[in-house]
């Protein structure tokens, strides 16, 4: 196995760099360089010199023995003074030492992963940790770098090999006179699992808006503000405004923080039967992305207006031009900024409701991989109502939804993802 090292932090000026050096002559490298080390778990003061003796710099120098570090080897961190020069100088003095060599991106963390400090499913928690803009995203990531898809997945799996377990005994002793009838104790785990597994299938795709973003498409008739009120909202000019209707052509995105959640908005082109071939265009992608969003903002001139689509369940109807002219209902206007704050808290209240759905489960592999275990343990049950002479087919089908689970956090099935996965890392990692 190579020691690997490499810098773990941002790169460029900065108050401390952290360089990691991982693998089994990782304590050797750093005492080449530190002279002495201190003991595992504590922090020392060392000069860090080159091989002739220059000295490069003066760090905190902390070692952690392997079974109790972070990719579960011996692991040491040299703290240093965050200049690029340092960097550079400590880098290069270690990559003269034999038996070491640069780590590739995510290596540390793909070295985690093989010495089980953490699964499949943690590693990718840590992966949206990294990448985390909101408080949202970073709660959501971090619960699942905690382990806690793991641990519910373990529960699962306890529970379906248990009812395999008792299956398989009726199996065993199929020619002798069993007293005792598993097929309530085994109906009993399976619609306990299937229950807790379609709650967290269903609560996926709302965990995937919170890592990816949700979408609220800003949707009206030409020239009825939405442009306007799109740079109300971003806080700068993100689109052109005009007193010409059909103005906005394409769609336009905003990025933004609503309630700690990120968000897209979106201004769309103005929703009428289209004049000329280009606005066609125009409306037609309107209409596709408007139908796609997480969530519409009806921007109306008034009740009477006629859209070329209409408000769903949770969707925001709302009077634009407020500085114009009184509506009875809610109104804003972009220009003066009126009723804009209002507007803001009842997106970000609509999109708060859907994230106390989410679930634990934060990708499309994850859903997949939930949804291959409920299609098993469904034909389990079928199995299981046709009496004791299917027992092996039902005990078969929960064996499969067992694999489908263990394939959540690594076990089995993952080796084409992993190379995906490890090179979004960065070096450090």
């Known amino acids: 196995m190579d020691t690997i090292f490499a810098l773990a932090s941002a790169r460029g000026k900065a108050g401390v760099a952290v360089v990691r050096i991982s693998g089994p002559h990782a304590f050797s490298a750093a005492r080449q360089m530190a002279g002495s080390l201190p003991p595992v778990r504590n922090a020392g003061l060392r000069k860090l010199r080159t091989t002739d003796g220059t000295i490069l710099d003066e760090a905190l120098v902390i070692c952690f023995d392997s079974g109790a ?9 040299l703290q ?21 060599r640069l780590a590739e991106p995510g290596e540390f963390t793909r070295r985690a992963l093989e010495n089980e400090c953490l699964d499949l499913a943690q590693v990718e928690g840590l992966a949206d940790l990294l990448d985390a803009e909101t ?15 793991g641990d519910t997945a373990e529960g699962w799996r306890r529970d379906l090999i248990r009812a395999a377990a008792l299956l398989e005994a009726t199996i065993d002793f199929a020619d002798e006179d069993v007293p005792v ?18 709650k967290e299938t269903l609560g996926t795709r709302i965990a995937e808006r919170i890592r990816d973003g949700f979408e609220v498409a ?9 442009s306007t009120l799109l740079n109300a909202l971003a806080g700068r000019d993100a689109a052109i405004t005009s007193e010409i209707a059909g103005t906005t052509r394409d769609v336009i995105e905003v990025q933004m923080e609503l309630a700690g959640l990120a968000v897209t908005v979106l201004d769309t082109a103005g929703l009428r039967k289209a004049t000329d071939e280009i606005e066609a265009i125009g409306v037609e992608r309107a209409l596709t992305r408007a139908q796609a969003a997480d969530l519409r903002v009806f921007l109306l001139d ?5 859209l070329l689509m209409q408000p769903r369940d949770d969707d925001i109807v709302v009077y634009g031009k407020a500085d114009l002219s009184a509506s009875a209902g809610f109104s804003v206007s972009g220009r003066t900024g009126q009723g804009v704050d209002e507007l803001i808290n009842r997106i970000a209240s609509v999109l708060e409701r859907r994230v106390q759905g989410a679930g634990i489960a934060t990708r499309e592999r994850h859903r997949v991989a939930m949804t291959g275990a409920l299609a098993a343990l469904e034909d389990a049950r079928i199995e299981i109502q046709h009496g004791p002479e299917r027992a092996e087919f039902a005990a078969e089908e929960i064996r499969t939804a067992i694999r489908a689970l263990d394939s959540l956090v690594g076990r089995v099935d993952v080796e084409h993802l992993l190379d995906e996965i490890f090179a979004s890392f960065c070096l450090g990692k």
């Open 69 to 77: 570090s972070f990719t579960g080897e011996d692991v040491v961190e």
């Open 80 to 100: 240093l003074h965050g200049s690029s020069a340092v960097e550079r100088g400590v880098l290069s003095a270690l990559s003269r030492i034999p038996n070491l």
């Open 135 to 149: 408080e949202a995203q970073r709660r959501q990531a971090f619960a699942v770098l905690s382990g806690a898809l």
């Open 181 to 198: 009838d598993v097929s309530p104790e085994v109906n009993a785990l399976l619609d306990d699992v299937l229950t807790k597994l379609r």
């Open 218 to 226: 800003i949707v009206g008739r030409p020239n009825a503000g939405k």
């Open 302 to 306: 008034s009740a009477q207006d006629e």
